[in-house]
C-alpha cells in the first residue's frame, strides 16, 4: 500500500512544488510506482511535469465536487511510473464552496484511499496556505515533509506550522508523522543561510534530512521547460540533492 | 486623503512582505504619513518592521471579528511617520469564521475608510492566496501594487491575478486599478530572469516599474534584525533600489 506524504508549509515560495515534482521524479527513476495530487490550484506542479493546463479537463477540482473520482482523474506523464492528478483554477472556488458542507476535511482522504494500493507513493504538493486545501492534505497524509527556505521569514513560519500539525493530530488524523525537515535554496556562502541551518538542526534533529537542497539555477529554469530537473540537467546540483533527498526517502521505511 | 495600495500576488515568496515594508518605509523617509496594514495570518511584516509578535494584544484579527476599530490597532514603529497595524497567528481562523457573515469583503474597507484622512498613504501586505483576506484588501485598495519574481512560476500565475482584479472590478470595486507590477530578485547574469523581465515587459509596458529589485543578500539578512533595508544597510542596492520605487509611487498621483 502507498505511502502518502504531503509536501506542506504555509511561507510561500519556500520550494514546495520543486521538492514535490522533483522527489516524485526521483522516487519514479528508482522504479517506484508514484502519484503526485497537485493540490494547489496554482497548478505549478501540473505545468512542473510537463501538463499543459489549459488543456487539462478534469482536476482535482472535480474530486471536491464529487463529479470525478480520483482513479478517473490520474493522469500518465512523460516518465515511466510518474502519474499526476492535475489541478487548475477552478480549485481556488473550492474552499469557499465548500465552507458548509458535511466531511468537507476527508473529501482527498477518501479519494486517495480508493487508488493506495496501485502505487508505491503517494506526494501531494500543497497551496501556501493553511485552508481547506491544506487540511485535505495533512488529513489524507501519513506523514508531512516540510520545506524550509533558510530565509528568517521562513524560519518564523515553522513553530505555526507545527501548531497546525498538532491540531490535525488532536482531530483528523491522530498518527500523522513529521516525514522531515528540507533546508532548501541554501547556500553555503551566506551567513543567513548557514545560520537558519544551525538553528534547524539544534531543535528538530534527527527529523532535518541530511540532504540540503542548495540554491541552483537548473531547479528555476527545468519548469519552463515543463521537466523534473532529472529530465533537464541531471548532472547538475539541483538534480544530484533532489537523488539524494529520495535515497533518504526509501530508507525511511 | 489616503492612497490605499494593496500588495497582492498569490504566488508564495515573490517579495510581497519585502516590498510592502521596504516601499512604506522609503515614504516614511520622504517624509509621507504611511500605515501598513499587515493583512497576512504570517504576520511577517509586523516583525519585519521590528515589532515582537508574541507581544501583540490586538491585531487584525480584531477588525475582523469587530471587537476594534481599526484606529485603536494603529501601532507606531521606530520610524518616524511609519505605522502599523499589526497581524497575529489568529488572523488564520478569520477566514473559515467569517465565510457566512454579511458584509464580510468590506470589513477591511470600511475599518480603513475611518483613518483615511490621517495618512498619505496605507499600504497591505496580502497573504499568498486569493481567499477572504485578500478579497478584504482589493475591496479596500483604490490600486494594486503587483510583485513578480523573475521566474518562471511566478509568470505563469500573473493571468490568475489579473483575472481576479477583473471579478473584484466586477463586484466590490469597480475602481480598482494595477499601480504597477514590480520585477522582484532580478538577476541581470541569469537568462530566465531577462526573458521574464523581457516577457512582462512587452505584455504590460508602462504598467512596470522602472526600478527591478536586484536579488541581493541585505534584503534577506535586514528581517532578522527587525529592520527595513534603509536602517539595516542603507548603501546596499536593496536599499537603493526601493528607494527608487518609492520615487516612482510619489511620481504617479
Ligand atoms: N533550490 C532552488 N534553487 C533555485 N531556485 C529554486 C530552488 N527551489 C525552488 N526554486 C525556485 O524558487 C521559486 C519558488 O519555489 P516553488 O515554487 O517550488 O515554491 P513553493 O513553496 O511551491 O511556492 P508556493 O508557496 O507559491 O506554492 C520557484 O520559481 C522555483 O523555481
Ligand atoms: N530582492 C530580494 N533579494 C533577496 N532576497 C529577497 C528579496 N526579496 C525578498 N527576499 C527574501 O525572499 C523571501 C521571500 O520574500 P517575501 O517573504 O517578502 O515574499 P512574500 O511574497 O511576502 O512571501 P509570502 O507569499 O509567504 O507572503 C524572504 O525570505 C525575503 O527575505
Ligand atoms: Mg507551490
Ligand atoms: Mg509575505
Redesign the pocket.
Known amino acids: 500500500r502507498a505511502k502518502v506524504i504531503a509536501v506542506a508549509n ?5 520550494g514546495k512544488t520543486t521538492t514535490a515534482v522533483n522527489l516524485s521524479a526521483s522516487l519514479a527513476a528508482a522504479e517506484k510506482r508514484v502519484l503526485l495530487v497537485d493540490a494547489d490550484p496554482q497548478g505549478n506542479s501540473t505545468s512542473g511535469v510537463g501538463l499543459d493546463k489549459d488543456s487539462v479537463v478534469s482536476s482535482t477540482y472535480d474530486l471536491y465536487t464529487g463529479e470525478r473520482t480520483l482513479a478517473e482523474l490520474v493522469t500518465p506523464t512523460v516518465l515511466p511510473h510518474l502519474f499526476i492528478v492535475p489541478s487548475k483554477v477552478d480549485l481556488f472556488g473550492a474552499e469557499i464552496e465548500l465552507a458548509s458542507r458535511e466531511g468537507r476535511e476527508t473529501i482527498l482522504r477518501r479519494g486517495i484511499e480508493e487508488v493506495a494500493d496501485s502505487y508505491d507513493y503517494i506526494i501531494i504538493d500543497c497551496p ?1 496556505a493553511l485552508g481547506l486545501l491544506t487540511l485535505n492534505a495533512l488529513t489524507a497524509a501519513q506523514s508531512v515533509l516540510i520545506p524550509v ?1 533558510c ?4 524560519l518564523e ?1 515553522l513553530s505555526q506550522l507545527l501548531h497546525t500539525l498538532d491540531l490535525v493530530r488532536a482531530s483528523l488524523n491522530p498518527d500523522l508523522e513529521v516525514e522531515g525537515i528540507l533546508l532548501t535554496m541554501h547556500d553555503t556562502r551566506n551567513n543567513l543561510s548557514r545560520q537558519v541551518e544551525d538553528e534547524i538542526r539544534k531543535h528538530f534533529g534527527e527529523k532535518v534530512y541530511q540532504t540540503m537542497i542548495p540554491r541552483n539555477v537548473s531547479l528555476s529554469e527545468a519548469p519552463s521547460h515543463g521537466k523534473p530537473i532529472i529530465t533537464y540537467d541531471i548532472r547538475s546540483r539541483g538534480a544530484q540533492s533532489y537523488l539524494g533527498l529520495a535515497r533518504e526517502v526509501l530508507g525511511h521505511v
Chains 1, 2 share one sequence.
Open positions: 504555509q511561507k510561500g515560495g519556500v501556501p527556505q530565509e528568517y521569514y521562513a513560519g
